[in-house]
């Protein structure tokens, strides 16, 4: 992607003048971001979507009692009636389960992908929506059909309404106000209160249309949250030192464990008290831990790659073809629920890391970025690649594109 050239989806804007003026600072109105667009999976579609397992979806309806709210899977026989106002049905993650959606994604990647999360779609009736309310993520909200009203405000007041089962704001104080209809765009920073309300209105062909908006939404971990992930990594590639593993990703030399020895320790007459001397074990412990660039960068993409619990895979239909990739013949393409990425001396895929160096590397990098190979890149691979390329295939991770060969001509 070339991220100066102007886009109509960010306004005119280049992905590096939109990171510039508007990532994390302020919101941004698109109208017709994406002209013409149609929603990718129909009503039915997406209803069949929520009530397969393995897929996140949630049922919210509001009533005059208050809010309920229902886990997913949702089935289509579960769902109150079309003509029943104000429920709203959202479902995660549909850019791993539909091309059009992953495709979709792909054009919000002038984002680093450690931060891009996935693609959420919300089906509400006129007057449904999930109250107003503030993410901790940036989000894209792009109407596919019907119509939206949103209210959004720099909220101050961020206290929440008790007894309900979603973090609804209690005050609510809207600045500014804007109704969204096939096409248009909203981004809004993180922390920034919205409330997005279906409106009835009636379609193209003469017919009510359905309220669906598409929620680009992008990963923000915590401080606290990723310490604790790279501590307990880091415990985790000692442990394999003290085995003596010998993995991709980079370990030191086997050693025994250092454990905690206290020879001048006196008798005590206060045996609950923590002694100071393992408190600086312990602190050293960490300092120890964290010493070690590589290992750390290690962790850190272990973890941005790590799948979610509801993710799985597929066995590959077809079995892995290397003479094919080194005749060039077809091409190599991602699956759509793997997350790929790499830094300087690794690669990363699917929680799992591996040394990288040289023009395996190049290579590697290339494939995370572009998520696909043609059949003449392909033909750069060496054989440590390609070996990786086949059991990543086997785990069905990558798929395997062939072009059927051609039959020599009749004589």
């Known amino acids: 992607m070339d991220v100066n050239q102007p886009l109509d989806l960010l306004a005119g804007l280049s992905p590096a003048q939109f990171m510039r003026r508007h ?26 979507l929520a009530a397969r397992d393995h897929v996140e979806s949630r049922l919210i309806v509001q009533q005059s009692k208050g809010w309920r709210m229902k886990q997913g899977p949702v089935a289509p026989r579960s769902l109150p009636p079309l003509g029943q106002n104000a429920w709203t049905l959202l479902v995660q993650g549909v850019d791993m389960h539909d091309p059009g959606a992953h495709a979709l994604l792909q054009k919000f990647r002038f984002v680093p992908d450690a931060r ?54 209690q005050n609510f104080e809207p600045d500014e106000e804007f109704v969204l209809e096939a096409g248009d765009m909203l981004y809004l920073p993180p922390r920034y209160a919205h409330d997005g309300v279906a409106e009835a209105c009636t379609g193209p062909d003469g017919k009510a249309a359905d309220c669906m908006t598409y929620s680009i939404g992008f990963r923000a971990p915590g401080q606290t949250e990723l310490a604790a ?24 030399a086997a050693r025994p464990p250092r454990l905690y020895r206290d020879p001048a320790q006196p008798a005590t007459p206060a045996p609950a008290a923590l002694p100071a001397a ?46 094919a990739v080194k005749a060039g013949r077809g091409s190599v393409r991602l699956d759509a629920r793997t997350r790929m990425m790499y830094d300087t001396e690794h690669v990363f895929i699917n929680g799992e890391s591996y040394r990288a160096r040289g023009a395996d590397a190049t ?42 060969q051609r039959e020599p001509p009749q004589r």
């Open 229 to 252: 992930e790279m501590l307990h990594r880091l415990a985790e590639f000692g442990e394999d030192e003290a085995e003596g593993s010998s993995g991709e990703a980079p370990r030191r």
């Open 23 to 48: 990532w994390q600072k302020k919101p941004l109105l698109v109208r017709q971001a994406i002209p013409g667009f149609r929603p990718l999976l129909s009503r039915p579609e997406l209803f069949k």
């Open 278 to 323: 393992l408190l600086a074990f312990a602190e050293q412990a960490v300092r120890e831990a964290l010493k070690d660039p590589l290992a750390l960068a290690c962790a850190l993409g272990e973890y941005m790659t790590e799948l979610k619990s509801s993710v799985w895979f597929d066995e590959p239909l077809q079995a892995w073809d290397a003479e």
């Open 363 to 404: 290579f590697m990098r290339q494939l995370a970025d572009q998520r696909s190979l043609s059949g003449r890149e392909l033909r750069k691979a060496g054989a440590s690649a390609m070996a990786l390329l086949g059991d990543w295939h086997d785990a069905g991770w990558l798929l395997q594109d062939l072009q059927a």
């Open 116 to 169: 891009l999360d996935d693609l959420m779609i919300s089906f509400a009736t006129a007057g449904g929506g999930v109250g107003p309310h503030f993410d901790s993520y940036d989000v894209f909200l792009l109407q596919a059909s019907g119509r939206r009203r949103w209210k959004i405000g720099l909220q101050k007041d961020l206290s929440l309404q008790q007894g309900v089962p979603l973090k609804i704001l």
